[in-house]
């Protein structure tokens, strides 16, 4: 396995947490403007006279957007930059999310989502190339545990704020999608003011990547390494399970276990707080031991069990205990992953924006298809003979993710031979 070679890199910045914070706010936002309507979709359902297939449309089809808009958004930020890219990604997503706030039927809520798909596309890749561009590689495990963190602190969010806000506006579902609106322009806004971009690392001769941009496109090298793939099909085959369980879970408790609406809904919440804690460890993990692997095919695994237990286990205790091993198998490899990433030989900032889009656009495909098939498959073979029959999905990334390399600084400790030799 070759190493990756030492890069020079400019003294750490103390403006490298501004840049932080703002992006600790993005992703917030990316997961309040994604889910914003899921728990009002009754009244919206109401209000817009929807089916439960058009109103599931309405959430799922920025998924659809992100698996189709990212790659242009690699390229986008190979012409304008991170920088640029980010801050005209954000004021198209927030600026879609305020006025489908305005909407009044089906075709105009769906139109103003798809525009927030664009821009969400245009954000994907940035975050990864803002990361390496401002901090140094011992912080990376560190940093990407706290950015991991956010979509499952924006799910808790969702579920815990939009409800009383709902109330608040005097059961007004378009007042609730102008408010989570303003408060992205408003992260849009400091983005504009506050945000910069830094002079990336530059490599040594010996750590350039022997495919340079001289011979193709930055797109075409990333879309044929072989562990991006790895990284991408891994994605495919989690995201596809998780975003099954988060849409049906909640239904599958009322159906088979008999739950209440406020019980099935507070259970199921349980795997984003578990999500949150796990970003935390895995993070942690990483950047104490020096070690990737471990905390990736190893925790997905656990991923695979909690699913299982969910779904068979009858007794709510252990359903609990289940859903704390889901949340630990999806959110605890995020960062580890990563991580791995960035320490491939040859990365680069932009090659890391780019390798983020393609992983994160195959991975929402799998969130755009797998409710809508399994959904469709529920009322046919029954929701616990998809939900148990999809988890073959899980074998993914349990393959995948043993088939990448180990990068971490902590495999010299590990395998010496193996190091030394190479």
């Not at 396995?1 to 936002?29: D, G, H, K, N």
């Not at 969010?157 to 609106?181: E, K």
């Amino acid at each position: 396995m070759a190493r990756r070679m030492p890069e020079v890199q400019a003294p750490p910045s103390s403006y490298r947490w501004v840049i932080e914070v703002l992006l600790f706010l993005t992703l917030i936002c990316e997961t309040l403007i994604w889910l914003a309507p899921a728990p009002i979709l009754g009244p919206i359902m109401k209000s817009l006279k929807l089916s439960l297939a058009h109103a599931g449309l309405v959430v799922s089809i920025i998924a659809l957007c992100i698996a189709v808009f990212s790659m242009l958004g690699a390229v986008v930020m190979q012409r304008m930059g991170a920088l640029r890219s980010m801050v005209v990604g954000l004021w198209i997503m927030a600026g879609a999310q305020f006025m489908s706030g305005y909407s009044r039927s089906f075709a105009q809520l769906l139109g103003w989502r798809i525009v927030q798909g664009i821009g969400f596309g245009l954000v994907i890749a940035p975050p990864g190339a803002l990361v390496m561009q401002w901090f140094g590689e011992r912080e990376w495990p560190y940093i990407n545990m706290f950015n991991a963190l956010c979509s499952y602190v924006g799910l808790a969010a969702v579920y815990t704020i939009t409800a009383p806000l709902y109330l608040a506006a005097h059961s007004s579902w378009n007042a609730v999608l102008r408010y989570y609106g303003l408060g992205c322009l408003g992260v849009a806004l400091l983005w504009t003011v506050l945000g910069r971009e830094r002079a990336g690392p530059k490599p040594t001769a010996a750590a350039r990547s022997p495919l340079g941009a001289t011979r193709e496109s930055v797109v075409r090298e990333v879309v044929k390494m072989r562990d991006i793939l790895l990284v991408a099909i891994g994605l495919f085959g989690g995201m596809w399970v998780f975003q099954l369980y988060a849409t049906f879970l909640p239904q599958y408790f009322r159906e088979y276990r008999a739950m209440g609406l406020t019980q099935a809904s507070t259970l199921t919440a349980v795997l984003p707080l578990a999500g949150i804690f796990a970003a935390v460890g895995g993070g942690f993990a990483t950047g104490i031991t020096g070690l990737r692997k471990p905390f990736t095919w190893p925790v997905s695994l656990l991923m695979l069990l909690g699913s299982v237990g969910t779904i068979v286990l009858p007794d709510r205790g252990w359903i609990t205990v289940s859903l704390v091993m889901v949340g630990i198998g999806a959110a605890g490899t995020l960062a580890p992953i990563t991580t791995l990433v960035m320490e491939l030989p040859g990365m680069t900032p932009e090659k890391m924006g780019t390798a983020l889009a393609f992983v994160w656009s195959v991975g929402y495909a799998a969130a755009f298809i797998a409710p809508f098939l399994g959904g469709a498959l529920a009322s046919v073979v029954g929701l616990r003979s998809v939900m148990l029959g999809f988890l073959l999905f899980l074998a993914l990334p349990l393959i995948t993710m043993y088939l990448l390399p180990e990068t971490g600084p902590g495999r010299t400790r590990t395998m010496p031979d193996r190091a030394a030799a190479s």
